[in-house]
Each structure stands twice: as C-alpha cells, then as structure tokens.
C-alpha cells in the first residue's frame, strides 16, 4: 500500500507532467498528434499566445499556475481555503510581468477585479466562461487538503471556485466531482471502483449522466487509445473560443482514462496527451486522479527532473517549488488540519462527557 505522502506526490507530480506533456499538442486532432510523433510520451518545448516565449520542456500552462496560487494559500494557512485566502495569494504573488504569459486573457479581468477590492466569492460571476474547465483542472490541492473527506472537498470547490464560475453553471458541478474522487483516492485501501462512486455521489443529477455515459464507454474497451473515436463521436466541437475545453468534455474523458489505465499515472497522461483536443487539462484531471490512487512508482524520473528544471527557469511562475517541496507543503497542511480537528474533537468529548 502505498503512502499517504506519495498519493500526494503522485497527484501533483501527474497533473503538473500531464500539463507540460498535454500543452504542446493542446488543440491538435489525434492524427495530427500520430502523424508528427507517432506515441508522444516525453515532454517538448513549446509557445503558448503567440507571445514568443519558446517554453521549455517541462514548463506548465495557465492550468497549473492557477492550481499553485490555491496550493500556496493552503500550504501557508495549513488548513482548508477560502476563495478570500486565495485572492490574498492572487494580489501577492502573481507578477505583472505574468500576464498574458501564464494565465489565459479572461483571467487578467478577474486581477483587476481583485485589485479593485470586489469581493473575492462576486468575481466568477463576471467570468464569461462559466462551463469551461477552468476549476476541474485545477482543483486538485482542495481534494489534498479534503483527504477522505470528499463532502468537504466539494463545500471548498463551491466557494474557491466562485473566483471563476457562478454556481448555477456546470463548471463548479465538474469541478466537484474531480475533487470528490480525489479525496477519495487518498484514502487507504481505496479502489478505482471507491473513487468512481464517490465522483457520482457528488455529482448533481445532469452531471452523473453524463458522467455514467463515459464510465460505460470506458467498459467497452481494454486500453484507453481506443476509447479516441468513440468520444470524438460525442465531443468534436469546434470553429468557437474554447471548443474543446468545457467541463463535461474533458471531466468525462478523464474519468474513463482513469478507469481504462486502472488508475496508473503515467499510462493515464500518455493516453490523455495523445487523445486529442484539450490534451493539457484531460492530462491534468487522469494523471491527478491516477496519481492520489496509485501514488508516483510509475512516473518517470526524468519526467520529474525535467518539470522541477522548467520551474526553476520559469520566471513567470507564480511558484518555483519543487514537485516534492509542494508535496511536502500540502502533506504538512493536511497533518496539521488532522491535529486541529483532533484538539476540536477532545474538547467536545470532554463537554459531552
């Protein structure tokens, strides 16, 4: 069994390489993907907003830099997050020199909403992309934070959240089914089967559709290359902004990915990067699921060497922790919130008694 400290590792170690590895091919058709790298399973350099900054191998996008500002506020708070501790992070650490390099355009409207002093939960309403993937590819520090405790872990998605959705759309409702199965898969003794019902169980009535959809999709098939035309029969938008990045597209896949890999990491991202489509988000949500199941036994360590390397080059980071450092941080908060919550429970005891 492994331990509760590499689930923790396995789940950011696997979302941060699934990023990198995802975001030079985001976008791309699968043939496109196979025609230029047959299998693509190491990471690349490459340029994100036509900005001219020729990333790195290793180096993560927008996605992952908006899961460091959550993992920030719970490291240094060492305990579960509010969306006003994380504004705190957001006017400290995000750089001006930032914009426009590691974050997507929408999100510089909602600093300068921040900075004006709008309170930090009103924000997300003023997002114009309240169904995209935004939160669910993010949200795993509030899963980590939430271990075996996945009702809290969505509570903490429906407030983190509002800095990018509202809560009548269906991105929050994504974002807490991903959170769910990633408390869940810290557990001990937990099982791809715990990790789905827990994911269906906080799912709202819609979303368990359509999520009940992909798991079946997923049952038809052995390995997950296969799973590609069957979900591009469902999800082939395209000509708009976003076509491919909206919450149910990409949470679904993930989760039949998950399913099909039975929960290991690296197959989870190499299948994800090479599915096509918003390739750095689907990597994102199946490597971080995988990874607080199975731990990071089957993550590559030049995978980890080269995005601990990219981060210490990137001076637009809004954190240059190592992989482990966050993992330590986030391992650190959780120690610490079993404590508080051990010191509440005496108390009561003793008033009870």
Not at 138 to 143: E, N, R
Not at 203 to 219: P, S, V
Request: hydrophobic share 40%; with cysteine; proline share 4%.
């Amino acid at each position: 069994m492994t331990t509760l400290h590499n689930k923790i590792f396995g789940c950011i170690a696997a979302s941060h390489i699934g990023s990198a590895m995802g975001a030079p091919v985001e976008g791309w058709d699968k043939e496109r993907i196979e025609k230029e790298y047959g299998v693509l399973d190491r990471l690349l350099p490459y340029e994100h907003y036509r900005n001219g900054w020729m990333r790195p191998p290793g180096t993560t996008e927008d996605g992952i830099e908006r899961q460091k500002l959550m993992l920030t506020a719970i490291i240094e708070k060492q305990d579960r997050i509010t969306a006003e501790d994380v504004v705190r992070i957001w006017l400290r650490d995000i750089k001006p020199e930032s914009e426009g390099m590691v974050s997507e355009p929408f999100e510089s409207t909602l600093l300068a909403m921040a900075r004006a002093g709008i309170p930090a939960q009103h924000i997300g309403r003023y997002c114009p992309w309240d169904g995209l993937v935004t939160m669910s590819r993010s949200c795993h520090g509030l899963g980590i934070i939430n271990a075996c405790d996945p009702r809290s872990a969505v509570r903490d998605v429906y407030d983190v959240g509002l800095l990018y959705n509202t809560p009548v759309g269906d991105g929050l409702k994504w974002a807490a089914v991903v959170a769910a199965g990633i408390s869940t898969a810290l557990c001990p003794g937990s099982s791809i089967e715990s990790v789905i019902a827990s994911a269906l169980g906080a799912a709202h009535e819609r979303i368990r559709q359509e999520l009940a959809r992909a798991l079946e999709m997923a049952d038809r098939f052995t390995e997950p290359f296969a799973l590609r035309d069957a979900f591009h029969d469902i999800y082939n938008g395209k000509g708009v902004p976003y076509a491919h990045s909206w919450a149910n597209e990409v949470v679904s896949k993930a989760f039949a990915v998950f399913k099909v890999t039975k929960g290991d990491p690296q197959e989870s991202i190499i299948a994800s990067v090479n599915f096509g489509r918003d390739t750095d988000c689907l990597a994102a949500i199946s490597g971080g699921l995988s990874g607080a199941l199975s731990g990071a036994e089957t993550l590559r360590p030049e995978w980890i060497h080269q995005v601990d390397e990219a981060t210490k080059r990137n001076i637009y980071t809004n954190s240059q922790r190592t992989l482990k450092e966050t993992a330590d941080g986030l391992y650190m908060a959780l120690l610490a919130r079993v404590e508080k919550t051990k010191g509440w429970i005496n108390a009561l005891t003793q008033q009870l008694a």
